[in-house]
């Protein structure tokens, strides 16, 4: 199929990125459209994704919160540990990598029939200085979703997905 046959990769649901989090962390996870978008100055670990020609084509952003708590979560680290993260404002290399990983796996979501296939490309750790074009698709107002997650024993963090048009 040529390239100019593909469609749009599409945003992703709430419902897909609720159950990517449930599946990965083994928990009951639900989710908050109601939360603000994560904004990358105020802290957040964000997933660059390109396509086969190496595009910029979407970015996740997960807030501190949501790093520390799903990074915890995957590993079963103690709750405890990840609240002492959020509260001091600082991510574990642990639960950066394991909140990685998460990010890995969630270029699943993209990868739809007819669309162009994504890869995660690079994960910056929070308040790590990004590109200039992956620190503009953060800060675009459309064709993304902002949510919270609740994280089964391990409490709530907001995540924003971006795709580029």
Known sequence: MSATALRPTPVPSAFEVRELFAGMLGREVEWDGNAKRVDPLDGATVAMYVDDLGNLAAVALMDIALTA???SAIALMPQV???SAVKDGL?????FDNSAEILNVAASMF???DTPHLRLLETFAPRETL???VNDLCLLQGSRIDGGLEI???GSGRISVVVAY
């Open 69 to 71: 708590r799903a990074g």
């Open 111 to 113: 990868n739809k029939p």
């Open 131 to 133: 590109p200039a074009d």
């Open 152 to 154: 089964q024993g391990y």
């Open 91 to 95: 991510v574990t290399p642990a639960m």
């Open 81 to 83: 540990g990840a609240e």
